[in-house]
């Protein structure tokens, strides 16, 4: 009996032992896996987390900044430390060191901007250099004053904006202010003439033809030949019981002794990457050399609309044979009033 007891006491302690040890792996491991999953909770936290810092002059003379959260994640702000231009601490107008602290400072959901925060540092001439410090160990910089926009950069978003216009709407980009009219049959419409007047509002006019011109940007990397059919249509008045469209094709550039422009030689205008152009329109269809009328007071839409040929081989002149791939483009404008 003794030695039944001994043995059930024997593996009692075993299984207690067993048991125990099971616990601990399954705790530890459970600990283990928490720990890892908050570690990249908190990382993941981390990279989604993305500001800007912007400086201004405000009231008193003083230096104020802003927090603008552009990431994911609500941004809580901890510190904010501001140097001189020599790295030492800023001192604020009451004499103590620019640093600002809270728990948070600023709170900033997803897409906002803070208010302006006053650091009460006054504007003595000298360059400042503020220092944000978020909740998950992020950093920002902010400089004061705010560096001056260079020319390079200025470049740099004009491509970008133009990137993203053109993969928007193609390659050919209008000047929307470059749209001008005039009358040839009683103005001097040569290109440097000062008859040529903008194209907000034009005359009505049943007796005399109009001439338009608006100037492009090319930014496609072919060159392209811009085909007869290129036309600026005029569509309205919508005053009217029923829409029609008057159509203005694209003519040559008028000289001192022809005016009103020669019929437009078929693809004799080629735009080749980051040229500007101006380009004339007032006949009343491709090649010939009548111009349109506006007859009808009202509102009209103007919608140009480019009709091309690929250069396939890049030789710069139109072989009909080889350059078989077109181009074509519309470009809604503006409203146009006839009085």
Same mark, same amino acid.
């Given at each position: 009996m003794a030695g039944i007891i001994g043995g059930v006491i024997f593996f009692g302690l075993i299984f207690t032992v067993l048991y125990t040890y099971n616990n601990v792996i399954l705790d530890t491991t459970q600990l283990?896996?928490?720990?890892?999953?908050?570690?990249?909770?908190?990382? #993941?936290?981390?990279?989604?987390?993305?500001?800007?810092?912007?400086?201004?002059?405000?009231?008193?003379?003083?230096?104020?900044?802003?927090?603008?959260?552009?990431?994911a994640e609500e941004l809580n702000i901890i510190s904010v430390f501001m140097h001189n231009s020599s790295g030492f601490l800023a001192v604020q107008s009451n004499g103590s060191q620019a640093i600002y602290t809270g728990t948070p400072l600023i709170v900033l959901r997803s897409g906002a901007t803070s208010s302006i925060f006053n650091t009460t540092v006054v504007d003595?001439?000298?360059?400042?250099?503020?220092? $944000?410090?978020? +909740?998950?160990?992020?950093?920002?910089?902010?400089?004061?004053?705010?560096?001056?926009?260079? $020319?390079?950069? #200025?470049?740099?978003?004009?491509e970008a904006i133009e990137g993203l216009t053109t993969a928007a709407i193609g +390659? #050919?980009?209008?000047?929307?202010?470059? #749209?001008?009219?005039?009358?040839?049959? $009683?103005?001097?419409?040569?290109?440097?003439?000062?008859?040529?007047f903008r194209g907000w509002e034009v005359p009505k006019d049943s007796s005399n033809g109009k001439f338009f011109r608006i100037s492009?940007?090319?930014?496609?990397?072919?060159?392209?030949?811009?085909?007869?059919?290129?036309?600026?249509?005029?569509?309205?008045?919508?005053?009217?019981?029923?829409?029609?469209?008057?159509?203005?094709?694209?003519? +040559?550039?008028?000289?001192?002794?022809?005016? +009103?422009?020669?019929?437009y030689s078929n693809f004799g205008i080629a735009l080749t990457k980051g040229s500007i152009v101006t380009l004339y329109f007032g006949s009343t269809g491709p090649a010939i050399d009548d111009l349109s009328k506006l007859t009808k007071n009202g509102m009209y839409m103007v919608v140009l609309t480019i009709f091309a040929y690929v250069d396939m081989n890049g030789n710069g002149t139109y072989e009909p044979a080889i350059d078989t791939a077109p181009y074509g483009q519309s470009l809604p404008f503006q409203g146009l009033l006839v009085s």
């Open positions: 283990e896996s928490n720990a890892v999953t908050e570690k990249v909770a908190r990382e #993941i936290a981390q990279k989604n987390e993305a500001l800007t810092v912007s400086t201004g002059k405000i009231e008193g003379n003083m230096i104020g900044f802003n927090i603008y959260n552009q990431g003595d001439g000298g360059n400042y250099t503020l220092k $944000v410090l978020t +909740d998950k160990g992020n950093t920002a910089t902010g400089l004061y004053p705010p560096p001056p926009i260079g $020319v390079h950069s #200025i470049e740099g978003l004009q +390659d #050919i980009l209008m000047n929307f202010t470059s #749209i001008e009219v005039c009358t040839p049959a $009683v103005e001097a419409c040569e290109p440097i003439s000062n008859n040529w492009l940007k090319y930014l496609g990397n072919s060159t392209i030949f811009l085909s007869k059919d290129t036309v600026l249509g005029i569509i309205g008045p919508f005053s009217a019981a029923s829409l029609s469209s008057t159509n203005f094709y694209i003519k +040559d550039q008028p000289t001192v002794l022809d005016d +009103d422009g020669l019929p």
